[in-house]
């Protein structure tokens, strides 16, 4: 059975950072395509960031948080994080991670087929 669980979030104030985890199991997380996404009270999910999976590896950022936040994987412990800087008011959301077996569309919630619970993220002024 395959779980995705989400750790690092928190409450932190403007320009703040925050790591975010996500601890796959089930799955042998570096030869599936993982994503971030984002939903805010009373707005729809958002794609954050993803990683392809290997040999690629290549990386992909919605324009509200390229080069601030950066996707990255530890194989040896099966783990996704989001290393999240220069945090504002508007990244508070709560955040999932998510796996699935596409190669391309990674900006799509529907290509992926594993979800984890959430992690809050809440950035005060």
């Known amino acids: 059975q395959v779980q995705l669980v989400e750790s690092g979030g928190g409450l932190v104030q403007t320009g703040d950072s925050l790591r975010l985890s996500c601890a796959v199991s089930g799955r042998t997380l570096m030869w599936f395509a993982m994503g971030w996404f984002r939903q805010a009270p009373g707005k729809e999910r958002e794609f954050v960031a993803a990683?392809?999976?290997?040999?690629?590896?290549?990386?992909t950022y919605a324009d509200s948080v390229k080069d601030r936040f950066t996707i990255s994987r530890d194989n040896a412990k099966n783990t996704l994080y989001l290393q999240m800087n220069s945090l504002n008011s508007e990244d508070t959301a709560v955040y999932y991670c998510?796996?699935?077996?596409?190669?391309?569309?990674?900006?799509?919630?529907?290509?992926?087929?594993?979800w984890g619970q959430g992690t809050q993220v809440t950035v005060s002024s």
């Open positions: 990683i392809s999976r290997r040999p690629s590896s290549r990386t």
């Open positions: 998510a796996s699935g077996s596409m190669s391309s569309d990674f900006m799509r919630a529907d290509g992926y087929d594993y």
